[in-house]
C-alpha cells in the first residue's frame, strides 16, 4: 500500500512539473511576442525617418542648384548688357552691338578653312550661345587688302557662311544666325604689312538687336 501510494506521488510531482514547465513556456513565448512587434515598429519608423530627412535633403541641394542657376544666369545678363556697345550702322536684321564676349576667328592667306587653333574660340562662342537662347548674331566676313573689291566681297561672304556652319555643327540654329561680307573695305588694322593684313583676315561676330 506505501508502495503504491509512492508511485501515485511520484507520478503527480512528475504531472506538476510538466504542467509548469509548459505554464513558464507559454509565458515566455507571449513575453517576446510583443517585444519582436515593437521592435520592427522602431525599425520601419527609423526607415521612414530615414527617408524623410533624404528626401528633404535632396529638395534643398536642387534648391540650392536652381537659385545658383539663376544667379549666375543674372550676372551673366548683367555682364553682357554692360558688354554691348551700339555700332553706327545697322545690321542685315536690326541694330547691331559689339561685345567682347563673342571673339573673332582669323584665316589664313586667300582661305575661307577654319583653323584647328581657331576651333576652340568658335566652341567657346557657341557655349556662350547655347547660354542666351534668345541672342540673335550677325557674323562679318573681312579680307586683306590685296585682291580686288569683287574678289575680297566672295572671299570674306565664304569666311562668314564658314564660321555660321561650324557654329550650326556645334548645336546652334542656323535662324539665329546672319552673314554678311565687307569685304576688304573695313580693316581692323590699317597697316600695310603681313601682321597687319592677318589681323584683317577674320570673320567677326555682333549682336543683333531684336
Not at 521612414?48 to 533624404?54: G, L
Not at 540650392?64 to 558688354?83: D, G, M, T, V, W
Not at 573689291?149 to 555660321?164: D, I, M, V
Request: hydrophobic share 35%.
Amino acid at each position: 500500500m506505501a508502495k503504491k501510494s509512492l508511485t501515485i506521488f511520484i507520478l503527480m510531482l512528475c504531472l506538476g512539473l510538466f504542467v509548469t514547465g509548459c505554464a513558464k513556456k507559454k509565458v515566455v513565448v507571449d513575453r517576446d511576442r510583443p517585444s519582436a512587434q515593437r521592435s520592427e515598429e522602431a525599425s520601419r519608423l527609423e526607415a521612414e525617418r530615414a527617408a524623410k530627412e533624404a528626401r528633404e535633403a535632396q529638395e534643398a541641394k536642387e534648391k540650392e542648384a536652381r537659385i545658383k542657376e539663376e544667379e549666375a544666369r543674372l550676372a551673366q545678363k548683367a555682364e553682357l548688357e554692360k558688354s554691348l556697345v551700339a555700332k553706327k550702322e545697322r545690321g542685315m536684321e536690326g541694330e547691331v552691338f559689339e561685345t567682347k564676349l563673342l571673339k573673332d576667328i582669323h584665316f589664313d592667306y586667300d582661305l575661307y578653312d577654319i583653323r584647328r587653333v581657331d576651333e576652340e574660340i568658335l566652341r567657346e562662342n557657341a557655349a556662350f550661345l547655347k547660354k542666351n537662347p534668345q541672342m540673335k548674331i550677325q557674323i562679318e566676313g573681312h579680307c586683306d587688302e590685296r585682291g580686288t573689291s569683287e574678289y575680297n566681297l566672295a572671299l570674306g561672304e565664304r569666311r562668314a557662311n564658314s564660321t555660321k556652319r561650324y557654329l550650326v555643327s556645334l548645336g546652334i540654329a542656323s535662324d539665329r544666325i546672319s552673314t554678311i561680307s565687307f569685304g576688304k573695305e573695313r580693316p581692323l588694322d590699317p597697316g600695310h604689312n603681313e601682321e597687319a593684313w592677318a589681323q584683317n583676315r577674320r570673320a567677326h561676330i555682333v549682336v543683333l538687336s531684336k
